[in-house]
């Protein structure tokens, strides 16, 4: 079956610099793949996703960049800001949403 | 609220109890789904629906879930004979079909099984 591995654990970067997160697959017939940002306490809330024909995507701030060959896909978010702190969660899915196979999430610490 | 809605957000009960939890969905949305989360971890899929139907099961699910969907709207998950093992965040999301299929979730509710 699908798995997603995730890195880094934890990201910590400076205020107004840039960070990146990347998640690898393992099934090729994966074609969505979404982005969760979870506040300690609160619900994942769906920043950004990508389909598999697609390369890339983008919203303000926010990219996700998919390289279907080698199997993996990452985000980008530049000039960072403290709200930006979270855990963010990367998943990849099949057929339907209920198939989401999701990674371990990455601590992303933004440091004033 | 237009949001996905849960109840309670937090329950504490001892080993052996069964306990019942509630989703409420986007009232427009006829996917529901169950995950389990635990501390650092992503979301485990539980369970789903479309409409009153509970499509998909997880192998991993023990026979002490059980979910309903009785008139394809709101959604209970039981536990029955709880284990601390059992402790975690369960969350509920819920989705349309025939478009994007983005995933809303509710706040959870918050097991802790002593």
């Known amino acids: 079956g699908e798995n997603v591995e995730q890195h880094p654990s934890t990201l910590s970067v400076q205020e107004g610099d840039s960070a990146v997160i990347k998640c690898t697959y393992s099934?090729?017939?994966?074609?969505?793949f979404p982005w969760y940002k979870q506040e300690l306490g609160k619900r994942p809330q769906l920043i950004i996703d990508i389909r598999s024909n697609v390369g890339e995507k983008k919203d303000q701030r926010i990219a996700v960049t998919l390289n279907k060959t080698a199997k993996h896909f990452s985000l980008h978010i530049t000039e960072t800001q403290p709200e930006d702190s979270a855990v963010y969660f990367c998943a990849a899915s099949g057929n339907s949403n209920y198939q989401l196979i999701w990674g371990a999430g990455t601590k992303l610490i933004i440091k004033p | 609220d237009t949001g996905v809605s849960q109840n309670p957000r937090h329950k504490i009960t001892k080993r052996g109890q069964n306990v019942t939890f509630r989703c409420d969905p986007i009232s427009e949305h006829n996917r529901l789904y169950w995950y389990r989360q635990t501390l650092g971890q992503g979301p485990e899929f539980l369970t789903y629906?479309?409409?009153?139907?509970?499509?998909?099961k997880s192998r991993l699910l023990s026979d002490r879930f059980s979910a309903e969907r009785p008139k394809g709207s709101f959604s209970t998950l039981e536990i029955q004979r709880t284990e601390q093992g059992d402790s975690a965040m369960y969350l509920c999301?819920?989705?349309?079909?025939?478009?994007?299929?983005?995933?809303?979730f509710g706040s959870g509710t918050q097991l802790s099984v002593l």
């Open positions: 999301a819920s989705s349309l079909t025939g478009g994007d299929e983005k995933l809303f």
């Open positions: 629906f479309q409409n009153e139907a509970q499509l998909e």
């Open positions: 099934d090729s017939a994966s074609n969505y």
